[in-house]
């Protein structure tokens, strides 16, 4: 599978989980690499690591403030650092299970890890560039990065 498929697969979990989950669109912006740097994290992480045929991670970070706005799309008027954290938690799980879905057996996904604030763990990625492509709902901004080598 060409790494474009593979992002591919990554940008269409993420597009999908807007709009069956919260009902209303998000954008995709334009993608770009992180040269020389890790890309930046927000307010909270959703991770997954994989692993087979092809190594890396990728990850739905995203602001507070977007997150409290989605959960309250959600009916959930609890906006409590839990929420947030199972919050970006659900919407990594179902970029894995979309994964799981495209890739079959050549692909090992985790289970999901949620960070909270800028960690350590960006700067565990693999030797490949990161692929930032910006996620826009509503007013907010939020990005999905995919790292494969």
């Not at 890396?56 to 989605?70: D, E, I, N, Q």
């Not at 495209?102 to 090992?108: C, E, I, L, R, T």
Request: proline share 5%.
């Amino acid at each position: 599978m060409a790494q474009e498929a593979e992002v591919a697969t990554f940008v269409s979990g993420i597009l999908n989980y807007f709009d069956t989950s919260l009902m209303h669109a998000a954008q995709v912006g334009t993608p770009y690499l992180a040269l020389g740097r890790p890309p930046t994290t927000m307010d909270y992480t959703g991770m997954i690591r994989i692993s087979g045929s092809r190594q890396g991670m990728v990850y739905f970070t995203a602001p507070k403030s977007m997150l409290s706005v989605m959960l309250m799309r959600m009916q959930e008027n609890d906006l409590s650092h839990d929420n947030f954290l199972d919050l970006v938690g659900e919407v990594a799980n179902t970029l894995s299970g979309n994964a799981r879905r495209d890739f079959g057996s050549q692909f090992m996904i985790s289970v999901p890890n949620v960070l909270h604030g800028a960690d350590e763990q960006m700067k565990d990625l693999p030797s490949a560039r990161p692929i930032v492509i910006p996620i826009d709902w509503r007013n907010y901004h939020a990005s999905l990065i995919v790292c494969l080598s």
